[in-house]
């Protein structure tokens, strides 16, 4: 169980909006670290979607969003396509923890 | 292009020792801090060992302290990570990341991933 909690799926029809979010189990969110996003597709490695709780990284389109306020991070999908399908993941740096943390990523179902 | 290879990976008994190899290219290796994250099967990311870009600084998770060490070569581009009395638990495909951080390491983000390489813990 990670201390970014994230909800384990969530799923949405074609041109619909969904949201993935990802909280830091009662403490603010980071901690003053920003929050990156990863997306990894059927059998693929890790790529980074959103890094610096809004950037997108180069190529992502721009369906793809992030936020971040006090106590939650959010990742926003808009527009769904059936190519989203994949586990999106959190990440951030954890004092207490001294290390790099991921969330339990959320599988991402397009109906 | 940025390209990470690793290698080294393969079956080995609990209690034995592996090394993986990170192979980089396409980018100045030795300005950037490099990790391992691993990934168990059917289960999510986890960050392992990191090492400074100087290689002064290294990083582990609890996890595996004490029996895990990272290390660099920034004349051959290359990251290691050798492991030492393997447990079950730490079967799961290695990857080799880059960690990309412009003002805060601590925030820095993971830009770059290899493609990963399978570690089997098992009798």
């Known amino acids: 169980q990670s201390v970014l909690t994230q909800p384990p799926s969530v799923s949405g029809a074609p041109g619909q909006r969904v949201t993935i979010s990802c909280t830091g189990g009662?403490?603010?969110?980071?901690?003053?670290?920003?929050v990156h996003w990863y997306q990894q597709l059927p059998g693929t490695a890790p790529k980074l979607l959103i890094y610096?709780?809004?950037n997108r990284s180069s190529g992502v389109p721009d369906r793809f969003s992030g936020s971040k306020s006090g106590t939650s991070a959010s990742l926003a999908i808009t527009g769904l396509q059936a190519e989203d399908e994949a586990i999106y993941y959190c990440?951030?740096?954890?004092?207490?923890?001294?290390?790099?943390?991921f969330g339990g990523g959320t599988r991402l179902t397009v109906l | 292009e940025v390209q990470l290879v690793e290698s080294g990976g393969g079956l080995v008994q609990p209690g034995g020792s592996l090394r993986l190899s990170c192979s980089a290219s396409?980018?100045?290796?030795?300005?950037?801090?490099m990790f391992w994250v691993r990934q168990s099967p059917g289960r999510g990311l986890e960050y392992v060992s990191g090492?400074?870009?100087?290689?002064?600084?290294?990083y582990y998770a609890d996890s595996v302290m004490g029996r895990f060490t990272v290390s660099r070569d920034n004349f051959k581009n290359m990251v290691y990570l050798q492991m030492l009395n393997l447990r079950t638990e730490d079967t799961a495909v290695y990857y080799c990341?880059?960690?990309?951080?412009?003002?805060?390491?601590?925030?820095?983000?993971?830009?770059?991933w290899g493609q990963g390489s399978l570690v089997t813990v098992s009798s």
């Open positions: 396409g980018f100045t290796f030795s300005d950037y801090a």
């Open positions: 009662g403490s603010k969110i980071g901690a003053g670290y920003d």
């Open positions: 990440q951030s740096y954890v004092t207490r923890l001294r290390g790099w943390v």
């Open positions: 610096d709780n809004h």
């Open positions: 090492v400074s870009s100087n290689g002064g600084s290294k």
């Open positions: 990341v880059r960690l990309f951080a412009l003002y805060d390491f601590w925030s820095g983000r993971f830009d770059c």
